[in-house]
């Protein structure tokens, strides 16, 4: 497992112009529409609050909504909501979208399956049920039991499975239950035998991985003390690291390593192959660079040793042989390499290049069978090669065509790995490759309600405002007409060195059944060409990331793939900052803009929940230069009055302790509180909801229902 690169995934993600109205509570005896047939938006008080940065004063007049459990904030949350679905359920069209949705959403999805002792795991989804279900066989060809059903632990389908791990000898299973959206997470342990549940629960789990020990005595695992407080809100510092012994209760664990005197640091561990040692990888925020740290398991009074000190780049664990230690990193490597170091001469001046950096981006390795599985990024698509621990090339990964590959999970033993092939018109596909031969065999594909060989994908690249090419896919059907009328949606997220490679989507399917063009975006922020490229996108860079989505808009207009009045943009957390931001800079490039879970207060962002780990992108209010580029496009207090802001239907969970909802609450009231055209200002508030990880189905069919409902509408294509 890359420790870090997973953290760094799981944490991302992502006033003279506010005009106020009198302070009132919201009314929700109001209609939806007045006489003349405009909305009526509910009626969002405003409060004195003002804070001053750098000498700048700020006006914040909707704080009260941060309090999530006030009467005030609840009352608004059920008006703004009940005038969304009023006027969402008027669209025609809506429930025949929900419809089609649903038939393309009905096919089988698997996770390659894992080995542990003789027995395999893997999670299935049937296509409809709100989660999917973990089974264990055994054997490769054994026939499959359920071991752990989460469609059974609530109503509504909104308990998830976070994570699961066995043991070595696939005895034992840990797994992480989450509710409701959140990241909060429960630990429990199941007998694999029997499927019997045992009495260890680990509470106020979050940002953690699990590790075995060899012998199955137990797991290490990371916690935060319970929050005092809001525990949706209440920011998370000094995680400390664990070791939980099997039957025994949680306060009973035992501390490994812990740092009082640094709140922001984080901890994932692994258990080596060989069961050794314990590799500590530590990290303070999204930033892509950490600390290791080594545990001699064989010694009965060893101490945490240093293995890599120096805040530098990122050195993600590929695993060991013996005492020689392999890391993906991109020290000295801004595409990244792989390194050999030594334990017994840890010194930098003594680690050995195994791959070197390449014109691609090496953007995963695994360590199998003792070969490297490298995972290269070639204009933000897979390609895969093999190579022996000395770095020579064993050979290529065929994959079927241009799209992603993922997984290639294994041990040092293991001579066969599965691996997930998917693209924007090929739904995910499991393949079996044989380490020994070099064969590489279909091990499992879905079947669809649709034909997908009638859409294609081009790759593009178009240039930004400062004349850097920036890399697009675009997917519509085969022979597209380009005459400027199709209606497009145009998707990025532009953040946190993540990449956005082809993968499919039930929804983008619909999307392009109904004739629509669905563009992604690879934009600068992420990590498609590596470390210079996600820079270019931070901190006081930012607006290059604005710059590079409104390019790739004017590129869709100019080759006549569509129109302003037919164009609609796109992205949740980071991604939903990205849209907003974009259009509040060029509304008249859109018709429509869909948020999701954004970061809109870019000011306050750090005072909630992990945000303070996400200053590593967006930089500190604290420090000047950078307060005054954050400001400039905050879309929080870039809203200006009198302006004909795009159609725009903001999406956020109630319960959404990643990116706080207030976030978006206030980035409606102030969008409402200006609005002079009449386009719809809306909000759609998902209850028992978070960031969106482990949403059911059902949510996730009739959000994306209302969201292409919305957009049609603001195309003037409503029902056709």
Known sequence: MNLHRSLIVTLSLILAACQTTPTTHADKTKPAASASGALVYPVSKSVPQTDDYHGTKVADPYRWLEVLDSADTKSWIEAQNKLTQDYLAQIPGRDRIKQRLTELWNYERTTPPTRHGTRY??????????????????????????????????????????????????????????????????????????????????????????????????????????????????????QKLYFHRLGTKQDADVLVYQRADQADWMFGAEVSDDGHFLIISISRSTEPKNLVMLLDLGKKDATVQPLITDWKASYQYLGNDRHKFYFLTDDDAARYRVIEIDNAKPQPANWRQVL????????????????????????????????????????????????????????????????????????????????????????RAPKLAIDTSQFETHQVFYVSRDGTKVPMFITAKK???????????????????????????????????????????????????????????????????????????????????????????????????????????????FAAAIPAVGVLDMLRFRDFTIGKAWESDYGSVENADEFKAIYAYSPLHNIKPGVNYPATLITTGDHDDRVFPAHSFKFAATMQAVDAHGKPQLIRIETRAGHGQGKPTTKQIEEVADVYAFILKAFGMAGK
Do not use: C
Not at 133 to 162: F, I, M, Q
Not at 210 to 216: A, N, Q
Not at 515 to 531: D, P, Q, W
Not at 578 to 583: M, Q
């Open 479 to 589: 022979g597209v007409a380009l005459n400027g009328d199709n209606p497009t949606i145009l998707y990025g997220y532009g953040g946190f060195n993540i990449s956005l490679e082809p993968g499919f989507s039930p929804g983008m399917m619909a999307w392009l059944d109904m004739g629509g063009v669905y563009a992604i975006a690879n934009l600068r922020g992420g990590g498609e060409y590596g470390r210079e490229w996600h820079e270019a996108g931070t901190k006081t860079h930012k607006q290059n990331v604005f710059d590079d989505f409104i390019g790739a808009a004017e590129y869709l207009i100019a080759q006549k793939y569509t129109s302003p009045q037919k164009l609609a943009i796109r992205g949740g957390s980071n991604g939903g900052l990205l849209v907003a931001a974009t259009e509040l800079q060029r509304p008249d490039l």
């Open 121 to 238: 795991f893997f999670s299935k989804n049937d296509g409809l049920q709100n989660q999917s279900v973990l089974y264990v066989s055994e054997g490769l060809g054994g026939t499959p039991r359920v071991l752990l059903d989460p469609n059974t632990l609530s109503a509504e389908g909104t308990v998830a499975l976070k994570d699961s791990v066995a043991s070595e000898d696939g005895h034992y299973l840990a797994y992480g239950l989450s509710a409701g959206g959140s990241d909060w997470e429960d630990w429990y342990v199941l007998d694999a035998d029997s499927g019997k549940k045992l009495d260890d629960h680990l509470a106020w789990v979050k940002f953690s991985n699990v590790s075995w020990r060899r012998d199955g005595t137990g797991f290490y695992y990371s916690r935060f003390d319970e929050p005092k407080g809001e525990k949706l809100k209440v920011v998370n510092q000094f």
């Open 356 to 443: 070197a950096e390449a014109k691609d981006t090496l953007q995963g390795a695994r360590i199998v069978n003792k070969s490297l599985i490298a995972s290269y990024l070639k204009d933000a698509h897979s390609e895969v090669r093999r190579y022996d621990l000395k770095g020579k090339l064993i050979a290529e990964v065929a994959l079927p065509g241009i799209g992603s590959a993922s997984g290639f999970t294994g041990e040092m033993r293991d001579t066969e790995t599965f691996y997930v092939y998917t693209s924007y018109t090929a739904a995910p596909s499991i393949y079996r490759l044989d380490l020994s031969t070099g064969t590489n065999t279909l091990y």
